[in-house]
């Protein structure tokens, strides 16, 4: 079964920089889009940053010269690196991942989410 792991989240002062990890595991053949998103309390889940598999990447506006979305295909891992962390950045995030996986000796193309990790932003 496929399994999406994130990491790195914890309690930042404003300011401060973090980065946080997701590590795919499973039959898994390919990794198109990885992602990333966040929902802070009493709000939707937003999108905060993608890569595809060719490296092209997209933020939101609100995280734009903040983050930085990377990926390591040998690792199934992909990073985010928020820096100026600001109050309004504490939420949970989870990682996202479309891709394709063997189960039962057959291929499925699905989109997959990891637990969440809390990040939260406070002095």
């Known amino acids: 079964q496929v399994q999406l792991v994130e990491s790195g989240g914890g309690l930042v002062q404003p300011g401060e920089s973090l980065t946080l990890s997701c590590v795919a595991s499973?039959?898994?053949?390919?990794?198109?889009?990885m992602g990333w998103y966040r929902q802070a309390p009493g709000k939707e889940r937003d999108r905060v940053a993608t890569i595809t598999r060719s490296g092209s990447t997209a933020y939101a506006d609100s995280v734009k010269g903040r983050a930085t979305i990377t990926r390591d295909d040998a690792k199934n891992t992909v990073y985010l690196q928020m820096n100026r962390l600001k109050p309004e950045d504490t939420a949970v995030y989870y990682c996202n991942a479309r891709l394709t996986y063997n189960t039962g000796g057959r291929y499925y193309t699905g989109d997959f989410w990891g637990q969440g990790t809390q990040v939260t932003v406070s002095s």
């Open positions: 499973g039959s898994i053949l390919s990794i198109n889009v």
